[in-house]
């Protein structure tokens, strides 16, 4: 040991009181005691650490309890099924936990509570937040008879609920199909949409001016905003597109390529009276019962009904 050093595991000492030349005093020996027993405190620190990180993972993947509430997760995902997003049986749902590999969609809304089966049912989705995918019968376990009708949004995509993507809850950007009289929502890029939605109100008369060429309505007492206002597009007619003849059709005026030998008529305008057609407008029909009812025209050609008309005359 080197001169005034320490050995290994010992302390320093200071000179003991008394005489010079006396021995040093032996140093105590409860440091050693008290470092065994630190030594210890940290091994119980580290275990204890352990095991509240063991029940906090644990308890971060567990299903939460409780009545199902928002942003709780289901063992279910929404996607379309080909019918229309607002009257589509949708499925009967478990709860899970979000981190669980079961988690396929998300709760965005709870909308009722009930007792009964546990089977499919229609579901309107009125009331649901927009980015919503659809709706489902949740229970928070199989022998449960308690469930809860809720709005979802899928964990992971593809989302129906987005704007023309053709599920969900109605509303700007979808799209509904020709067959108008149900309202029926179908995706944008499918091939027999009809008008594509530019805003949903109570009334005609919340329609954005004059972006708004037509209307479809909900028939059911229950909607809060049963208005569709639609624009120009798909199937729908706006100033610039063309027609063919009308004289057999029985569904009004449908478009068709303006340099096609079908054309017999521009759109020039959409208006409530025949006083309001833009120049250049020779021709009109009207729908009386339509949100705007006169279709102002430029003629391209003679209708067949115009050449009949003419047969005999000298």
């Known amino acids: 040991m080197p001169p005034g050093g320490m050995g290994p595991g010992q302390m320093p000492t200071m000179p003991s009181p008394g005489f010079p030349g006396q021995p040093p005093q032996p140093a105590p020996r409860k440091n050693g005691r008290l470092i065994a027993l630190l030594a210890a405190g940290g091994v119980v620190a580290v275990v204890l650490l352990a095991t509240v ?39 009967s749902a478990l709860r899970v936990g979000c981190k669980s590999d079961e988690a396929k969609g998300r709760v965005t809304k709870v909308l009722r509570t009930g007792q009964g089966t546990f089977g499919g049912f229609n579901f309107s989705a009125e009331g649901c937040p927009d980015d919503s995918d659809g709706g489902a019968r949740v229970r928070v376990s199989a022998k449960e008879t308690q469930y809860w009708d809720v709005c979802v949004r899928n964990l992971k995509g593809p989302h129906p609920g987005d704007p023309g993507m053709g599920g969900g809850q109605l509303g700007p950007g979808d799209c509904i199909s020709n067959s108008i009289a149900f309202n029926r929502e179908v995706p944008c890029s499918s091939a027999d949409w009809y008008g594509k939605v530019i805003a949903r109100v109570a009334t005609e008369a919340q329609c954005p001016a ?83 009812p006169i279709l102002c025209l430029k003629q391209l050609k003679p209708t067949l009904r115009e050449q009949l008309g003419n047969l005999g005359r000298t």
Do not use: W
């Open 53 to 91: 990180a063991v029940v906090v993972v644990r308890n971060a993947s567990d299903e939460p309890s409780g009545p199902v509430a928002a942003e709780h997760c289901i063992d279910k995902r929404l996607d379309l099924s080909g019918k229309s997003s607002t009257l589509q049986t949708v499925p």
């Open 210 to 292: 004059p972006r708004t060429m037509e209307t479809a309505k909900f028939t059911s007492s229950s909607e809060r905003r049963p208005v569709l206002c639609l624009g120009a597009g798909g199937a729908v007619l706006g100033p610039g597109d063309c027609i063919k003849d009308p004289t057999y059709s029985f569904r009004g005026p449908e478009k068709v390529e303006c340099g096609g030998s079908e054309a017999v008529g521009k759109v020039t305008g959409r208006v409530r009276t025949q006083s309001e057609c833009p120049a250049g407008s020779d021709k009109y029909m009207e729908a009386k019962e339509a949100y705007l």
